[in-house]
């Protein structure tokens, strides 16, 4: 029988917003990969080992995954992923993929689970608790309610960006002289979590407050609702 | 000391994709709230109930909130279960509040934080999964990924919604005619999930299959991905 790939969300770094999906499969199961170079230096790897220690005796593939726009090199890497992976599964062993945040967004699982199925294997997903919701909780505030819209961003504020509704940008951190400059002409307030639930969480309440640049770890929120309270 | 008022997220409805956060809240505290006429007839309390049984032998409320656009009658309900929740907390006691899916995603919680901290009391958000995570979890898809954008939409599709990217329209079921109608129209295809991770749990991976109606609980997807795979 072959093995099955799991990819399967830690959260967005509390290891408590781990699910006890996630938990379980982490116990059940012996070859369990993660994005970066050792476990050591894997956000992904870190957070699941603080929920389930006993992760550390058990096979782990550090799949190095550079942080790169380069399609050649991401694909490469992908491809090499992919191909370690498919090594465990074509043997009858599952492996677990743990990634940072919910696997359905902006993951890199969906590269992977591409290889491994046309390769003719199976793949399934496990959420996980995506930073945006997480922020909204930090800073205490709902993202949308009633008949809200919410628009989710990966990187800058695209122009012509819809104007109802609450906005978040995710991996703001480059980006956020022109975000800046763009909520201030549209009179926007937002709010701004640094590493939220990770070591360096920082929170700036206001666009004034914020600085022109932060960590890649860095999530803003124009929320219409949070400014009327 | 005063109580706390927290918002739980208890998932969208499979018990495993609660939090560690949430069973150990739950574990820890006595009095446990959540929309419903009754335990038994609350879906948030039931999710709940399956990953920690022992919350039976808690102090149970049943807040009735009834599902109305009549802004007069939501306000009083909303009234009378902070009020109901405020006698807790002035006696030191916490209060869990648990809501379906994500606490700040389309959650009656920020109704009650609301009055809650106008009178005076503390209240603290605790992420669940998003029901628009676990659904695609269960179609096998992602949502996003790269540079993509994702909307989300609580019941019908807008006119002139963002033409790129990747669209969720929450509570689909009694809007599926027209929402149809529109796809056809724009030639997208779209998937469909009722119920996701609960009794009764039904799956359509095309428009041409999705019936006119459907459940409450139904989401839909409009993923470009997910037509290219």
Avoid: W
Avoid at 41 to 69: C, F, N, Q
């Amino acid at each position: 029988m072959k093995g099955i790939l799991y990819g399967v969300g830690v959260g967005p770094g509390d290891p408590e917003l781990m699910t006890l999906k996630a938990c379980r499969l982490i116990r059940e199961n012996e070859v369990i990969a993660f994005p970066g170079q050792s476990p050591e230096r894997s956000a992904a790897y870190r957070i699941a080992a603080e929920a389930v220690p006993e992760i550390a005796d058990k096979t782990l593939l550090a799949l190095d995954m550079p942080m790169t726009m380069d399609r050649k090199i991401l694909g490469a890497s992908h491809d090499k992923a992919a191909d370690r992976i498919c090594a465990f599964l074509s043997r009858g062993e599952n492996v677990l993929f743990l990634t940072l945040g919910d696997v359905s967004i902006y993951s890199t699982f969906g590269y992977l689970q591409e290889r491994v199925e046309r390769a003719g294997f199976e793949a399934r997903l496990v959420s996980g608790i995506p930073s945006f919701a997480a922020a909204a909780a930090r800073l205490g505030t709902s993202l949308v309610s009633g008949r809200d819209q919410l628009h989710i961003y990966p990187a800058g504020l695209p122009e012509g960006a819809p104007a109802e509704g609450t906005v978040v940008i995710m991996k703001a951190g480059s980006h956020l002289g022109q975000i800046r400059r763009q909520l201030r002409e549209s009179g926007k307030e937002a709010m701004l979590v640094e590493n939220c639930g990770m070591a360096g969480e920082k929170i700036y309440n206001s666009v004034e407050e914020m600085p022109d640049k932060a960590g890649y770890f860095s999530l803003l929120i124009v929320n219409d609702e949070a400014e009327g309270k």
